[in-house]
């Protein structure tokens, strides 16, 4: 009898640009994904209706109701809504696997997701997929959203930019993670937390890496800065990284020069990344997956469409920037 390949999901809870989610949904069907589960924390966002079509593709609405069985009520802090919608996937999903990402990640393989789960140790409850974060090689305007390189994390202590970012990367640098199933665990951001005391026995992922676009835009980047300065401010929200709140200390303090600072901190010397093994640039492009799930839909993937997006949808966060950018 021919052994079968373990099955995986991948959860998000999602408020982003339309486009984006259903990038996100075909890229990771296309790759393998047996199970989506997209947890929309806006209930009333229009971007939930786009997916009925597609059987594999869950969609919850993060309502008063759906909060009530989760939580009793909203958790403030974003960070707690995600973990629990994925603690929450993980309990009911079918596969052998579950992946929890944000919107502006994609998991890449070198060959196929499921080869390289089956590649875990019996005994591992949670396989680490590392992360690479996209850069821009040149000055030239991009066409896409998922335009550039990606570049991987130095050694610690290595490439600070001056307390502005981790490692060389302007976001996390500790990556996502596959969690088994059946087991006694919350499924975090990163990482999965034993419901008792104990480590998660944990592993390195091997052919797999997440790519992680972290601001699709440079309008897009300044808008999750001062979306978390908000967050923290008048929401309960939780405190910031140390170098995250270095960006956002310097974006505040100059928010004029704040398209600047992510120009200095986004498009690096490749050259250099590249003779020091830093430099990750794989084929990537989900053209080809959404033209096949969905099928006749003119999806605008450009800056300038994602740019107007947040212009519209999150101008209460963006009045405070300097106009004409």
């Given at each position: 009898m021919t052994k079968q390949q373990p099955t995986w999901a991948i959860v998000a809870t999602v408020d982003e640009p339309p486009a984006l989610v259903q990038a996100f949904v075909a890229w990771h069907l296309a790759l393998g994904a047996a199970e989506v589960?997209?947890?929309?924390?806006r209930p009333d966002d229009p971007a939930a209706a786009l997916f009925s079509h597609l059987d594999a593709v869950s969609v919850i609405r993060c309502d008063a109701a759906h909060w009530e069985r989760l939580a009793g009520r909203r958790p403030d802090k974003h960070e707690i809504r995600q973990v629990r919608n994925a603690t929450n996937a993980y309990r009911h999903m079918?596969?052998?696997?579950?992946?929890?990402?944000d919107a502006d990640e994609y998991l890449w393989a070198d060959g196929s997701v499921a080869a390289a789960l089956e590649q875990a140790g019996s005994g591992t409850d949670c396989l680490v997929v590392p992360v690479a974060e996209r850069v821009f090689a040149d000055d030239a305007p991009a066409e896409t959203i998922f335009a550039g390189a990606f570049r991987r994390p130095a050694r610690k202590g290595q490439e600070t930019d001056g307390g502005l970012t981790l490692r060389g990367l302007t976001g996390h640098a500790n990556g996502k993670a596959f969690t088994r199933r059946d087991r006694r665990v919350e499924v975090s951001i990163h990482?999965?937390?034993g419901l008792k005391r104990g480590d998660v026995p944990t592993e390195a992922a091997q052919g797999l890496e997440l790519l992680h676009f972290d601001g699709l835009t440079p309008l897009n980047w300044v808008y999750k800065l001062l979306r978390k300065a908000d967050a923290v401010a008048h929401h309960n929200g939780m405190a910031a990284s140390l170098h995250r709140q270095a960006q956002i200390d310097a974006v505040q303090a100059d928010p004029i020069a704040a398209f600047?600072?992510?120009?200095?901190?986004?498009?690096?010397?490749?050259?250099?990344?590249?003779a020091k093994g830093l430099l990750a640039?794989?084929?990537f492009d989900?053209?080809?997956?959404?033209?096949?799930?969905?099928?006749?839909?003119?999806?605008?993937?450009?800056p300038q469409a994602?740019?107007?997006w947040l212009r519209r949808e999150k101008r209460d966060v963006l009045a405070g920037l300097a106009q004409g950018q």
């Amino acid at each position: 009898m021919t052994k079968q390949q373990p099955t995986w999901a991948i959860v998000a809870t999602v408020d982003e640009p339309p486009a984006l989610v259903q990038a996100f949904v075909a890229w990771h069907l296309a790759l393998g994904a047996a199970e989506v589960m997209l947890y929309f924390d806006r209930p009333d966002d229009p971007a939930a209706a786009l997916f009925s079509h597609l059987d594999a593709v869950s969609v919850i609405r993060c309502d008063a109701a759906h909060w009530e069985r989760l939580a009793g009520r909203r958790p403030d802090k974003h960070e707690i809504r995600q973990v629990r919608n994925a603690t929450n996937a993980y309990r009911h999903m079918q596969s052998d696997w579950l992946l929890h990402a944000d919107a502006d990640e994609y998991l890449w393989a070198d060959g196929s997701v499921a080869a390289a789960l089956e590649q875990a140790g019996s005994g591992t409850d949670c396989l680490v997929v590392p992360v690479a974060e996209r850069v821009f090689a040149d000055d030239a305007p991009a066409e896409t959203i998922f335009a550039g390189a990606f570049r991987r994390p130095a050694r610690k202590g290595q490439e600070t930019d001056g307390g502005l970012t981790l490692r060389g990367l302007t976001g996390h640098a500790n990556g996502k993670a596959f969690t088994r199933r059946d087991r006694r665990v919350e499924v975090s951001i990163h990482r999965a937390r034993g419901l008792k005391r104990g480590d998660v026995p944990t592993e390195a992922a091997q052919g797999l890496e997440l790519l992680h676009f972290d601001g699709l835009t440079p309008l897009n980047w300044v808008y999750k800065l001062l979306r978390k300065a908000d967050a923290v401010a008048h929401h309960n929200g939780m405190a910031a990284s140390l170098h995250r709140q270095a960006q956002i200390d310097a974006v505040q303090a100059d928010p004029i020069a704040a398209f600047a600072l992510h120009d200095r901190l986004k498009r690096p010397d490749v050259d250099r990344l590249r003779a020091k093994g830093l430099l990750a640039e794989p084929s990537f492009d989900p053209a080809e997956a959404l033209a096949r799930y969905f099928p006749g839909e003119r999806i605008d993937l450009s800056p300038q469409a994602i740019d107007a997006w947040l212009r519209r949808e999150k101008r209460d966060v963006l009045a405070g920037l300097a106009q004409g950018q």
